[in-house]
């Protein structure tokens, strides 16, 4: 039995395509009545379903092509191609290239600058930035790599001068060709049905990236385990490991924080007289892989839909004056495809203005093919009390895509293991809740002491709000509380900021215990015999940051902060 393998490289398809084609045939050949009339019908039928999947796979990936002729992107010595993205040397040397392309094209601009202008004023260095920024953004995009601010259209110049010392860092260069990478094995193993519940498929996610996120997983909890923090001014240490536990960051903490939460919001419904109801958010058969109209759109794409879909129906909200709050929870249907739940409140009498706005959103895009029945895209259910409350509802979406537990199923904590690698691997926000208070404020003030709120009895009630977890409470208690913000430049000229503690009607309330640094175990004993003694520690978090220059500002909220820009810069369109 010989099947001409040689055969099917003659026909280029992309390397993945070609290899899946040879893996499935060489397992065919291995079944006890394989014969050789069935394996060429066989091997006839996985050509014909990869000429679909090789055309999807190209779209994407251009350079993916294989032909004759057909050659990979390539300037100079750059070369990308599969086996270039698959290679972590080859991948560190494209980045570094890249990288100097950039270097190369910021330095004619200068030199160009320099011999076409004899002085050079604030207007002709803003004008040599914005041409530097263009030049190394079009480089990028010609190896498939998406510019910082790509999307946007206006930018101060503090923000172009960022996005040039990002794109000409050799680190910030790697992480987006291992991006890339994550990118094209999933879209690659989707565009050839390996993600699904049929036979030799994998829910969810494929199980190539599935392993590789479990990989670094791994990885991850190598490095907690290896490392400490060290307290810059006391020399006082902690485990990472154990901090990382008390943290969201362990999803038993995060899921029962959400649990809180939930409940606070069903206990504020009670109190206010407003109704709940359940919307699934589901995207027309073209963003389907397992549908026969599926046109290529990647599942990133589809979330970025949605998440378009519903900004534009808040705005509708807010202009009809809709007063709402509540949670989202996306989530993957078994081939991949993102949805999103909506678990709302709102006034009775403003229910169905709200249910039209958001159904009209959902239905407009190819509304041909749902005819007379929007439930395939749009679903409504309204909460009933007497057969189960909010909390116990979304409890069941909250576990399926953090924990997996307390649900029947018997792989439901291997399903969301595979929840979380599919937001991951796409880069899909999960959860996000709106309406409520900032979750930093509630984090911060859960991190204070008891006796900093006590010179204030609506602070001090807030406070026990939050200690006690009383979600309802704190939301109806914190209006008179803001974030306080350590800022600092991060190594690409952004602002970074550190939540220092809670501004209550002009005092400060600390919930931090002072200044950190990550190092592993191994070295801090060292470090803290050379630097401790000689730390500042008289100095208190007030005398050190004080609050000239420091506004309050909240990383939780998704609306402009109040007054304005956190910049003065100019904004500049391009």
């Not at 191609?81 to 270097?103: C, G, P, S, W, Y």
């Not at 204030?456 to 977890?469: G, N, P, Q, S, T």
Request: glycine share 4%.
């Amino acid at each position: 039995m010989n099947t001409p393998l040689n055969a099917i490289q003659r026909l280029y398809f992309p390397v993945v395509v070609e290899n899946d084609i040879k893996k499935k045939i060489e397992a065919r050949k291995m079944r006890a009545n394989a014969t050789v009339s069935n394996i060429d019908k066989y091997q006839r039928e996985l050509i014909s379903n990869a000429v679909k999947s090789a055309n999807f796979i190209v779209n994407e990936f251009p350079w993916a092509m294989r032909s004759e002729h057909a050659k990979p992107i390539s300037k100079g010595s750059m070369v990308l191609d599969h086996f270039t993205l698959m290679q972590d040397e080859q991948l560190k040397k494209l980045a570094q290239r890249v990288v100097n392309r950039n270097i190369v094209l910021v330095g004619d601009v200068e030199r160009e600058t320099n011999e076409s202008e004899s002085d050079v004023s604030d207007d002709v260095y803003v004008n040599a930035i914005i041409e530097a920024y263009i030049r190394a953004r079009k480089n990028l995009s010609e190896f498939h790599i998406k510019a910082p601010g790509h999307s946007q259209k206006k930018h101060t110049l503090a923000q172009l001068e960022s996005y040039l010392m990002k794109m000409l860092c050799d680190d910030w260069m790697r992480k987006q060709f291992l991006s890339l990478r994550r990118y094209y094995i999933e879209y690659t193993q989707v565009a050839l049905s390996r993600v699904g519940d049929g036979k030799h498929q994998s829910t969810y996610v494929s199980e190539v990236s599935y392993n590789n996120w479990v990989s670094s997983q791994r990885e991850a909890l190598e490095f907690i385990k290896q490392n400490c923090l060290v307290n810059v001014e006391t020399g006082e240490t902690y485990d990472l490991e154990e901090v990382v536990k008390r943290t969201t960051a362990n999803p038993a903490n995060r899921y029962i924080e959400m649990i809180v939460r939930a409940r606070g919001f069903e206990e504020l419904a009670e109190e206010k007289g407003y109704v709940g109801i359940f919307v699934t958010w589901t995207l027309p058969s073209k963003y389907h892989k397992n549908s026969k109209v599926w046109d290529g759109s990647s599942y990133k794409k589809g979330a970025n839909r949605l998440m378009k879909l519903w900004g534009q129906s808040r705005a509708l909200l807010a202009k009809n004056n809709i007063d709402y709050y509540g949670f989202r929870v996306s989530e993957p249907h078994k081939d991949g495809t993102p949805h999103a739940h909506y678990f709302l409140f709102c006034n009775e009498y403003e229910q169905m203005d709200l249910i039209n706005i958001l159904e009209s959103a959902a239905v407009a895009e190819c509304r041909e093919e749902l005819m007379n029945d929007i439930t395939p895209r749009f679903k409504i259910k309204f909460a009933d009390p007497s057969i189960g409350g909010f909390t116990s509802y979304i409890a069941k979406y909250l576990a399926k895509n953090i924990t997996g537990k307390f649900l029947p199923e018997t792989e439901a904590e291997l399903n969301a293991f595979k929840a979380r690698a599919w937001a991951s691997t796409h880069r899909i926000r999960q959860f996000q809740s709106f309406g409520g208070a900032a979750i930093g404020l509630w984090r911060a003030i859960r991190k204070a002491k008891r006796e900093d709120a006590e010179f204030d009895v609506e602070c001090l009630a807030m406070y026990d709000d939050a200690d006690k977890h009383r979600w309802a409470g704190f939301c109806q208690s914190v209006k008179n509380a803001e974030l306080l913000h350590e800022k600092n430049i991060s190594r690409y000229g952004e602002v970074t900021k550190r939540v220092l503690g809670v501004i209550w009607d002009d005092v400060f309330i600390s919930s931090t215990k002072g200044r950190f640094l990550m190092m592993k175990k191994s070295e801090a004993a060292t470090w803290i015999k050379d630097n401790v003694s000689q730390s500042l520690v008289s100095k208190s978090l007030v005398s050190i940051f004080g609050r000239n220059g420091v506004s309050p500002w909240s990383t939780e909220n998704n609306c402009n902060p109040r007054g304005g820009a956190a910049h003065a810069d100019h904004v500049l369109n391009i």
